[in-house]
C-alpha cells in the first residue's frame, strides 16, 4: 500500500501518467511481434544506431540526424511497438534477460531524449525523476519506466537510492521479471543520455560475462584519480549504489579487481586500503549529445 501511494505522488509530482508510453502512439495498430527474436532484433538496432548515431567512442549521439532519420521514424518506431506483444519470460537465461534489458534501457533512454524534447539535461525536471519516470515502455502489456528496468528488474528490486521502499510492490506482475541478485557491473552498461554516463555498447549473451568485464574495467580506469595522501576520487555511482558493491570494503574491492596489475593506483590503494578517503565527484548531468 506505500508502494502504491508513494507512486501516485510522484506520478503527480513529475507528471508521470501510469498509462503513458513512448511506443504505443494513438491511433496506430500494435504489429505482430517479429519473426526474429525481439531480443535479437534490439541488439540489430544498436548496431545500426552505434554505426549510424553514436559516436566512436560510444559516448555522444546525434540527436538532431537521429530524429529525422528513417532509422528512427521507422525501423526504430516500428521495433519498440513490437515490444508491446513481447513475452519476457522467453528469456530463458540470465544471460539473455541482462542483456536484453541492459540493451533496452539504453534505447529507451536515446527514444526518450528525443519524444520529451529534452535539449540541455536529463535532469532538467525535479533532478531527473520527471524523466526517468516518464520515460517508459510497455512490454508484454506492463508499463515499464527507466527506473523500472534499472531498480525494478536489473537491480532485483531494491529500489530507488533516493526514495524508500524496492522499486516494485509485492502483488506486482513486473516483479516476476526482476532478476534474482544484482550484478553490480550493469553500472557500467547502463547510458543515461548524461556526459558522466558510460558508453552505449551492445550486450550479447555469448559475450556477457566479458563484454561487462570490460566495460567496468574501461570505467574503473578512466575514471578514478588520486587526491593528496589519502584521497581517491571516482564517479558518483559509487556512492548512490554503494550496497550493491558491498559497501564501502566491496567498492575498493571493486576496484582492486578492475584496475590493471601493474597500474600505481592499484599498488596505492592495495597498501593504503585502511586509511583510504573516498571522494565522489559531481555527475555531469549534461545531455550527451554530439
Given at each position: 500500500?506505500?508502494?502504491?501511494?508513494?507512486?501516485?505522488?510522484?506520478?503527480?509530482?513529475?507528471?508521470?501518467?501510469?498509462?503513458?508510453?513512448?511506443?504505443?502512439?494513438?491511433?496506430?495498430?500494435?504489429?505482430?511481434?517479429?519473426?526474429?527474436?525481439?531480443?535479437?532484433?534490439?541488439?540489430?538496432?544498436?548496431?545500426?544506431?552505434?554505426?549510424?548515431?553514436?559516436?566512436?567512442?560510444?559516448?555522444?549521439?546525434?540527436?538532431?540526424?537521429?530524429?529525422?532519420?528513417?532509422?528512427?521514424?521507422?525501423?526504430?518506431?516500428?521495433?519498440?511497438?513490437?515490444?508491446?506483444?513481447?513475452?519476457?519470460p522467453q528469456l530463458?537465461?540470465?544471460?539473455?534477460?541482462?542483456?536484453?534489458?541492459?540493451?533496452?534501457?539504453?534505447?529507451?533512454?536515446?527514444?526518450?531524449?528525443?519524444?520529451?524534447?529534452?535539449?540541455?539535461?536529463?535532469?532538467?525536471?525535479?533532478?531527473?525523476?520527471?524523466?526517468?519516470?516518464?520515460?517508459?515502455?510497455?512490454?508484454?502489456?506492463?508499463?515499464?519506466?527507466?527506473?523500472?528496468?534499472?531498480?525494478?528488474?536489473?537491480?532485483?528490486?531494491?529500489?530507488?537510492?533516493?526514495?524508500?521502499?524496492?522499486?516494485?510492490?509485492?502483488?506486482?506482475?513486473?516483479?516476476?521479471?526482476?532478476?534474482?541478485?544484482?550484478?553490480?557491473?550493469?553500472?557500467?552498461?547502463?547510458?543515461?543520455?548524461?556526459?558522466?554516463?558510460?558508453?552505449?555498447?551492445?550486450?550479447?549473451?555469448?559475450?556477457?560475462?566479458?563484454?561487462?568485464?570490460?566495460?567496468?574495467?574501461?570505467?574503473?580506469?578512466?575514471?578514478?584519480?588520486?587526491v593528496g595522501e589519502?584521497?581517491?576520487?571516482?564517479?558518483?555511482?559509487?556512492?548512490?549504489?554503494?550496497?550493491?558493491?558491498?559497501?564501502?570494503?566491496?567498492?575498493?574491492?571493486?576496484?582492486?579487481?578492475?584496475?590493471?596489475?601493474?597500474?600505481?593506483?592499484?599498488?596505492?590503494?592495495?597498501?593504503?586500503?585502511?586509511?583510504?578517503?573516498?571522494?565522489?565527484?559531481?555527475?555531469?548531468?549534461?545531455?550527451?549529445?554530439?
Amino acid at each position: 500500500m506505500l508502494i502504491q501511494l508513494r507512486e501516485f505522488l510522484l506520478n503527480g509530482l513529475t507528471g508521470s501518467h501510469p498509462q503513458r508510453v513512448l511506443n504505443n502512439p494513438p491511433g496506430q495498430e500494435i504489429p505482430p511481434a517479429p519473426m526474429e527474436r525481439l531480443d535479437e532484433a534490439l541488439r540489430l538496432l544498436l548496431n545500426r544506431l552505434i554505426g549510424d548515431a553514436i559516436s566512436p567512442d560510444g559516448k555522444e549521439v546525434d540527436y538532431q540526424w537521429l530524429r529525422s532519420s528513417s532509422l528512427f521514424t521507422r525501423d526504430f518506431r516500428n521495433l519498440t511497438i513490437a515490444l508491446n506483444r513481447f513475452d519476457p519470460p522467453q528469456l530463458r537465461s540470465r544471460a539473455e534477460q541482462i542483456c536484453f534489458w541492459i540493451n533496452l534501457y539504453n534505447v529507451l533512454a536515446l527514444h526518450a531524449v528525443i519524444e520529451l524534447n529534452v535539449h540541455t539535461s536529463v535532469s532538467e525536471r525535479w533532478g531527473g525523476l520527471a524523466f526517468f519516470r516518464q520515460a517508459a515502455y510497455c512490454v508484454g502489456g506492463q508499463r515499464l519506466s527507466l527506473d523500472d528496468i534499472e531498480h525494478g528488474i536489473l537491480r532485483a528490486n531494491r529500489g530507488h537510492p533516493f526514495l524508500p521502499g524496492p522499486q516494485f510492490a509485492k502483488n506486482d506482475p513486473r516483479l516476476a521479471w526482476a532478476l534474482p541478485r544484482v550484478d553490480a557491473r550493469i553500472h557500467f552498461a547502463l547510458n543515461c543520455a548524461s556526459r558522466s554516463c558510460p558508453p552505449i555498447g551492445v550486450y550479447r549473451p555469448t559475450h556477457l560475462d566479458q563484454q561487462l568485464d570490460l566495460a567496468a574495467a574501461h570505467f574503473v580506469e578512466q575514471d578514478i584519480e588520486r587526491v593528496g595522501e589519502t584521497g581517491l576520487r571516482l564517479s558518483s555511482i559509487f556512492r548512490w549504489y554503494q550496497q550493491d558493491f558491498g559497501g564501502v570494503e566491496g567498492v575498493i574491492d571493486f576496484l582492486l579487481r578492475f584496475l590493471p596489475a601493474g597500474d600505481p593506483r592499484r599498488g596505492w590503494l592495495v597498501e593504503n586500503r585502511r586509511s583510504v578517503n573516498l571522494l565522489y565527484r559531481p555527475y555531469d548531468w549534461q545531455l550527451n549529445r554530439l
